[in-house]
């Protein structure tokens, strides 16, 4: 499968469920446009790994966007922090690709999308998002854990032109990439030892 959009959220230090789902996806830099949409850091067992690997991601053409817990890190004055603010500082916050706007936390619709204001759409300074998305997009974003709308394990939240992919890494659950391309989704218990994924096809509506 060549010319995929692949999107992930909410890695929060799983670098080893990361590379364990890239790799059963067959993710191929050359070929594959992925999109990291923020939360690398914090919660979990590897933050530094997990951004170095992302670095190299987006090294090797990955659209890589920052997360509230990246603003996090810029605020902090920690030595781990520090060595990493640039990377972090220089990371953009909102990408379109298609008919897709991706953003960590959403949009705000009050504002056109060349006006939007990062602490915001990172979801760092909470406000109301995606009341009013523009025609013909499909807003894709992590930040609120899908178990928190009701859904279980690894389901995927899609309603009204959203899609949230954020499936609870941050909290020891699952962590998932979504083919939007082909309507797949690979999915990992960021606890299981195994580091089985599992492969699911996704409704076509998505």
């Not at 053409?61 to 997360?67: D, F, Q, R, W």
Request: glycine fraction near 6%; charge should be negative.
């Amino acid at each position: 499968m060549e010319n995929r959009i692949l999107a992930i959220s909410d890695i929060h230090g799983h670098v080893d469920s990361l590379s364990q789902l890239l790799e059963s996806a067959n993710y191929n830099s050359k070929n594959d446009q992925l999109i990291l949409v923020g939360d690398y850091v914090n919660k979990g067992p590897n933050s530094i790994g997990t951004l170095k690997l992302v670095k190299q991601l987006q090294e090797e053409g990955a659209v890589v966007l920052i997360g509230n817990h990246e603003m996090r890190w810029l605020e902090s004055d920690e030595e781990w922090a520090l060595e990493w603010r640039r990377f972090i500082e220089e990371l953009p916050y909102i990408k379109t690709l298609d008919n897709y706007i991706f953003a960590h936390a959403g949009i705000d619709t009050n504002n056109d999308l060349q006006h939007q204001d990062r602490s915001i759409v990172t979801g760092h300074q909470p406000k109301e998002l995606n009341l009013n998305l523009p025609e013909n997009k499909v807003l894709v974003h992590g930040h609120v854990p899908n178990f928190r709308l009701g859904y279980e394990d690894d389901e995927i939240h899609f309603e009204n032109k959203i899609i949230g992919i954020d499936t609870g890494a941050g909290h020891d659950k699952y962590l998932t990439l979504v083919d939007l391309t082909n309507k797949i989704k690979y999915s990992i218990d960021v606890l299981d030892e195994n580091k089985e994924v599992v492969i699911k096809k996704l409704s076509e509506n998505l």
